[in-house]
Each structure stands twice: as C-alpha cells, then as structure tokens.
C-alpha cells in the first residue's frame, strides 16, 4: 500500500488487548505530515496499550498499521527495521540517560544509526537543541548550557 504523501500514519480496524481479552476494536485513524495528533483517555482506558501496538511493542489482534509504506503489524526482520527508522518514540518520564549529557542523549540516534564523523554529528545535535531553545558552549571538553 502507497500513502498519499499527507498521511504518514494510517490505522485501519485495528483491535488490541491481552491474551484473548480484547480492549479496543475498530480503531481507525489517519495522521497526516505536520499534524499534532492526540489520543486521550482516562486512566485506564488504554491509551498506552494503543502507543505500544502501534509501535510495534505489542501485535495487534487484528487490523493494519501503516507507517507511510510498510504494514507495521506484519512486518519482520529487515522490514520491521526498516520502518522503526521513520519514527521515534519520546516517554513521559526517564527521557534522558541519567549518565550521559544532554548532548550526548540527543546524539544518541545518530550514534547508533549512522557512520558520521563524531564532529558533525555533534553539530547536528547543536543544533537541535538549539532549535528548541537550548545553547551551548563547549569548555575545555565538557558542556555548558546557557
């Protein structure tokens, strides 16, 4: 399946629960590129269980997830790879590694993802704390945030 360009995630009569309880079904929604998209829910009314199968965390018990070209809920292997690189998961707590700096956690993707030279991606990380307000100036190795 091709997704229009504006849809980047497309859930179709998705079913999710545990052994053979389920707790939703026929979940179906589009997200379209640049779109702030929200799940809400009282505690309990599975929200969290909804993020992980779409993340792959957990299998559906029936139903597709779409991640621009590739079914999520059935891919495996290098496929399943393949699609965990388009997305990016951020938790509501513990988002840092305590024993890292906060560049280094945001360099983190880069580290593990690509084979750039450590200097750019270090730029590159600068940079995107830099777009969400956070500066920094390098001195004598270690990170000061401004």
């Known amino acids: 399946m091709n997704l229009p360009n504006e849809n980047i995630i497309v859930v179709r009569d ?16 589009q997200v379209r590129r640049g779109e702030v998209f929200m799940i809400l829910g009282g505690s309990g009314s599975g929200k969290s269980t909804l993020l992980k199968n ?17 079914n999520l809920a059935v891919a495996e292997d290098e496929e399943r790879l393949r699609l965990f690189r388009k997305f990016g ?5 513990g988002a840092l590694f305590g024993s890292m700096t906060v560049l280094e956690n945001v360099r983190l993707p880069l580290d593990e993802f690509t084979a750039l030279p450590r200097p750019l991606k270090d730029l590159a990380a600068l940079a995107k704390l830099k777009q969400v307000g956070l500066t920094a100036v390098q001195l004598r190795g270690s990170w000061k945030w401004e």
């Open 14 to 29: 998705l079913a999710i629960g545990y052994g053979d309880k389920v707790i939703l079904h026929n979940l179906n929604f």
């Open 54 to 70: 779409l993340i792959g965390l957990y299998t559906p018990k029936a139903g597709e997830v779409w991640i621009e070209d590739g």
């Open 89 to 93: 998961v951020m938790y509501q707590g």
